[in-house]
């Protein structure tokens, strides 16, 4: 205890020194802790993205590809509509190895009242659909009825709140979980409602007519291949009996993604090994110096009759709290520029992004803490070390 | 005598960067068609909250009697300022536009480290 309170009495009389160590193992900290949310929100955000498709293929209209890519659709929530006719579906289940068939429709609002962006709507046919609908009855168990409808966690409206898309009145009834993609930002509604939208837009001026003429359009088929069905096959299949529809293959979509999430997160653990050796190396310095400038302290001190022990236990106890001190710090302000900003950080990195869960970030600052304040201890006992040895007699004549 | 005026500073720096902020790099969304959505009026009253951090730093700085009570009327302001975007006046409903991603978590850190300097500033003042 009476160590404990010297450290500290000396870490108080000392304010430059201290706060010097502090902003190293803080530095530490900063990057240890950040680097690893952000990681890990992009797995996490892959995971999500992987679940949340929960299809092996995805039919759209060969123009998709030209207009809004459709990867931009799922990352960024960037509204796009195409138009297919509604028949593609029924022919898509006659394909051999098709288990499952859900047809969605796009729609891109008009720049509504409350933001300045459009807003992506998406029609779902409730009794076929496996790719959204679970995650609707999550919150809403009876289903979604017409006008209602079920918005992504990024769009800031509250149950029962009316949103006005293309005039017309809807009345949100569900809050879906974030998923970290684009398809946060989306508003679902069943194909009744996305009918009478579409006539909306009609009247505001907006064709969405296909060369067909058919009034029964869809913008995108969700397919699901049967098990033990070779998904390459049925692929080249669609493709094949369809006529100016491209089939997408879900899993070279979330490669693609990967890749770009693998880059990303070897530069952050690049830059976090580099941080590490770089503030580990500076401490192990700091700390030399320091044991030669406080030999003469450290001398009259064993004069006084303190033990070597107490004396490297001090020292010890002087950098662990230096350590927590600049752990805490790091981590608060890492924090505090991650949380905060995290829409802008998913939107500068153009890549799924859901933020771990409350308990996952506590064990990670507690660790990143403990880790700070290991490390600084460790550069403190080779001082202590050095200290310890130092015969008082001569380090009072001015050698150490 | 330095060390109270070091509060003064730091707020009368936050306030520059709040009110200098909110019609630059803080600002809030840009419509395609020009005009202003509710986050604009947001944006523009925390930048009139900030001017008047800004004088009340000033006045803590160069007056020598009532310096305390100048730093205690900045902690309303702050408050003010940290309720204006999202809680007084609504912003986009969508968290991915500017005015949510940026300008209000940005402008709430700020006006709450204005606070701190501000309460700071309070403590530490000693009145003659």
Known sequence: MKTFALSVQNLIRKPGRTVALSLLTAFLSLAVFGGTVVVLSLRSGLQSLESRLGADIILVPSEAQSKVSFKDLFLQGTAGAWYMDASVTEKALEVPGVEKAAPQTFLASLKADCCSVKIQVIGIDPQLDFTVQPWISRSLKNGLGDMEIAVGCKVEAGMGEILRIYDRQCKVTACLEPTGTGLDTAVYCNMDTMRKLLEAAEEKGINHKIKSGDEDIISAVYIKVRDGADIGQVNSALTGKLRKVTAVRTRSMITGISDSLAGVSRTVTLLIALVWVLAVVILLLVFLMISRERAGEFAVLRLLGASRQGLGRMVLTESALCGVLGGAAGTALAALCIFPFSALIEQQLSLPYLLPGAGTILALALGTVLLASAVSAAAGFLAARRLSRVDPGSALRGGT | ?128
């Not at chain 2, 009139?48 to 951090?53: E, Q, S, W, Y």
Request: aromatic content about 4%.
């Open chain 2, 1 to 128: 005598m330095k060390k109270q005026l070091i509060p003064g500073c730091v707020l009368l720096a936050l306030s520059l960067v709040i009110t200098l902020g909110s019609i630059s790099f803080l600002s809030p969304c840009v419509h395609e068609d020009g005009s202003f959505g509710a986050c604009h009026w947001a944006g523009r009253s925390c930048m009139g909250i900030g001017a008047v951090l800004g004088i009340l730093a000033v006045m803590a700085l160069l007056l020598r009697r009532g310096r305390r009570g100048v730093y205690l009327s900045a902690l309303p302001a702050c408050l003010l300022g940290i309720l204006t975007p999202g809680t007084l006046i609504s912003l986009c409903r969508m968290s991915s536009m500017r005015c949510r991603a940026v300008m209000q978590p940005a402008l709430i850190i700020l006006f709450a480290a204005s606070a701190l300097a501000a309460a700071a500033g309070a403590v530490c003042a000693k009145e003659s």
